[in-house]
């Protein structure tokens, strides 16, 4: 084959694959189960009727190896979380939205089944300190966020006063670093 057959080739098939990525990525909808159109979405929010929780990229991921490359995942669609993935059907088993002075907060239970985790995971935590980097929670100046798959819990804290919010002892899980609701 000729230079130019092949430079013609690229020419076409490179935006070709292009738009048929973003398509697959934008055909993505609402309760369908995530898969290869994750999107990379670093923002979350907290509010009561809209939250969020990071996750690994792909299902079945281990929690504190993703804490560098972990993606938002929401309850539902949120301007305060542009981009943000659904929630897999049937992962958040409950949740307990609470307000306090300088943060807000979500607790609960998970399946951590549903989003292929493995119940042997002990969790880790993500948090405004870099895990993973460039992530943020709308309207909080610091937040931490842990899942831990082996417990069935997730909590997630956003704070207008950063000393509300303890990223120091994830290893103490959900109850301690976020008290709250947790049935």
């Known amino acids: 084959m000729k230079r130019s057959h092949v430079l013609s080739a690229l020419l076409f098939c490179a935006p070709l694959g292009a ?3 973003a ?3 934008a055909s993505q909808g609402a309760g369908e189960p995530p898969g290869s159109a994750i999107h990379h979405a670093l923002t979350a929010t907290v509010t009561p009727g809209a939250f969020c929780s990071f996750l690994p990229p792909q299902p079945g991921g281990n ?7 972990a993606v938002v995942f929401c309850n539902k669609p949120s301007s305060q979380a542009p981009n943000a993935n659904i929630f897999p059907s049937g992962f958040i088993r409950s949740a307990h939205f609470a307000r306090g002075a300088g943060f807000v907060q979500v607790t609960g239970r998970i399946n951590p089944s549903a989003y292929g985790l493995s119940s042997s995971d002990g969790g ?13 929670v709308s309207g909080a100046r ?12 997730f909590c997630i804290r956003a704070c207008t006063d950063p000393s509300k919010c303890n990223t120091g002892e994830s290893t103490k899980g959900c109850e301690v670093v976020v008290p709250g609701n947790y049935q």
């Open 23 to 25: 398509a697959q990525s």
């Open 142 to 153: 610091k937040f931490v966020n842990l899942v831990e798959p082996n417990a069935g819990l």
């Open 124 to 136: 880790g935590q993500y948090d405004s300190n870099g895990a993973p980097p460039g992530a943020r």
């Open 63 to 69: 929690i504190a190896d993703s804490e560098s490359n």
């Open 19 to 21: 738009a048929l990525i």
